[in-house]
């Protein structure tokens, strides 16, 4: 007994620095891969024409899901290197593709600059971000799980896990310091560039750290014995028996997961910032709270999962997003909409500004600025800017209209805990799911056949989320637009949870085929 506990403790305390390495890496590519959604408000003005703000809104949730597209591509080309060559050097490869993309976008001039240039280099970036990712995160994981004992995967793998959201929430730290030490304009005219320049101390401090990890113990033994796969795309999606596996892996389980994770983190944060219109330095605020919170409990449910096992944990993560999501974005609309709330009229106040147009000879900009404040402390700034031509004979452009809401303390925190349940669904179904996919595929394709579901499920399914989620909602608020020019009854009657029933159709489906095809145990035994 006293020989085996100094072997425990070491065994230990080497995968702790195993993981401690590989999430360092991982956290700082989604980092990389995230703080282009969270400044997806602010790149629509820089990279796509303006005179259509929602147009150039949903061009860049497109350009942001293209990086999820091609995260599959990213999956095949480097899950067959990784099971060629080796976890290690693999995902040293990918760190230094997404850092080097990442901090590029940080210095593309803007449209107004380049013109289309623009928007035509941030997607070039954006796919080789995606690329990189598609082969971060199965080396990532792997790499971990075949560390860990097998009757403790879960539970590490878990740590894996967190640096998705981890890495959303130190986008959002950054982006909100950055906010906080510089003037509004400042930002929007140039900070904004300052979190993805900074990303390249980060990759340069990763690299140093993973340059002096080993392989991992299950694929150096595989290689020694000359059991590695000498073509492992055959093998994982050309053998009928394991393709089962991983179209039910994609089916069962990452696709419903995928729009979960997405709906739970980018929707809402969307949501809260273009639907309710809440103050930027606020929304970054509360989603900071709220994933700091939720963080933990994917270490929770990965370690339940090794208990109980994973199937259950992920499965009721969907049902039960699916039951409530519409009742709570109902309930965040609802806390920040002005309409329910009583305005105090000494607290009225407009000013009105005429500038000269910079972009237009002789033309000039008429900026007039609304503020109301209600007795519960909430405050509403409403911005129209109305560009007018020097040219009499010159229809006036459309008005761009900007409103913001700023919330009491109180409604601050109604929306942060209406952002942590969904975070909680989010730790159902992704705190088990490395370990779930790891079990699912033999060692010498595991790379190649658990990175090209996790990445379809996530990548397309959930990546395509908030366009999509988007582009439902604003088709139904146009229609209702229309409808009541029309003097028609409206066809919606809350528009803005359209977008819903994406992600809730997409868990349902995943649900169904998990519920009853996927086994609650693992398919392979190393």
Not at 88 to 106: E, H, N, P, S
Not at 208 to 218: D, G
Not at 415 to 431: K, M
Not at 462 to 487: F, I, R, S
Request: charge should be positive; include cysteine; charged fraction near 15%.
């Amino acid at each position: 007994m006293l020989t085996e506990a100094p072997k425990t403790t070491s065994s230990t305390r080497s995968l702790i620095s195993v993981i401690g390495a590989s999430s360092v890496g991982t956290l700082i590519e989604w980092y990389d891969f995230y703080i282009f959604g969270s400044l997806a408000t602010v790149l629509a003005t820089k990279f796509f024409p303006e005179g259509n703000p929602t147009a150039a809104f949903l061009s860049t949730l497109a350009t942001f899901a293209a990086g999820f597209i091609v995260r599959p591509f990213g999956a095949l080309f480097f899950g067959r290197l990784g099971d060629l060559i080796g976890r290690k050097y693999t995902f040293m490869v990918t760190l230094m593709l997404m850092g080097g993309a990442t901090f590029f976008i940080g210095l593309i001039p803007s449209y107004e600059t380049i013109g289309y240039l623009a928007p035509t280099l941030v997607l070039v970036l954006r796919l080789l971000q995606g690329l990189a990712l598609g082969g971060e995160y199965g080396g990532a994981a792997t790499y971990v799980a075949e560390y860990s004992p097998v009757g403790q995967r879960g539970y590490w793998t878990s740590w894996i896990q967190t640096t998705a959201t981890i890495g959303l929430f130190v986008s959002l730290l950054v982006i909100l310091l950055t906010r906080k030490s510089m003037s509004k304009d400042d930002f929007d005219e140039w900070g904004w560039r300052v979190p993805f320049l900074v990303s390249i101390l980060m990759v340069f401090i990763s690299y140093i750290i993973r340059k002096n990890m080993h392989e991992s113990p299950l694929f150096a033994k595989a290689k020694a014995e000359g059991k590695t796969s000498t073509n492992p795309l055959k093998e994982s999606f050309g053998n009928k028996y394991n393709f089962k596996f991983v179209l039910l892996a994609l089916f069962g389980a990452t696709m419903g997961q995928g729009v979960v994770w997405y709906t739970g983190q980018f929707y809402a944060m969307n949501f809260v910032k273009t639907v309710c219109n809440v103050d930027p330095i606020q929304s970054d605020e509360l989603m900071t709270v709220a994933l700091l919170m939720g963080t933990p409990f994917f270490v929770v449910f990965g370690w339940l999962s090794d208990k109980i096992g994973r199937k259950g944990i992920m499965l009721s993560g969907m049902l039960v997003a699916i039951l409530s999501y519409r009742t709570i974005y109902e309930s965040m609309y609802q806390t920040t909409n002005v309409k329910n709330k009583q305005e105090i009229t000494k607290g009225f106040s407009a000013d009105s500004t005429v500038t000269p147009d910079p972009k237009v000879a002789g033309g000039t900009i008429l900026t007039r600025t609304i503020k109301r404040t209600y007795t519960d402390g909430t405050l509403l700034t409403e911005v129209t800017k109305l560009k007018r031509s020097a040219d009499p004979t010159t229809a006036p452009a459309r008005p761009d209209i900007k409103k913001t809401v700023k919330l009491n303390d109180g409604d601050r925190w109604s929306l942060i805990w209406l952002v942590f349940i969904q975070v909680i669904f989010v730790t159902l179904v992704y705190g088990p799911i490395a370990a779930f996919l790891v079990e699912m595929f033999p060692v010498k394709i595991r790379y190649t056949s658990m990175s090209l579901p996790y990445h379809i499920g996530n990548g397309v399914f959930g990546g395509l989320l908030p366009a999509v989620a988007t582009y439902l909602a604003t088709g139904a608020n146009e229609a209702n637009m229309a409808a009541d020019k029309a003097g028609k009854a409206l066809p919606y009657a809350a528009p803005y949870l359209e977008g819903l029933w994406y992600p809730i159709i997409v868990a349902g489906v995943s649900l169904l085929i998990g519920l009853f095809y996927i086994r609650n145990r693992a398919q392979v035994v190393d």
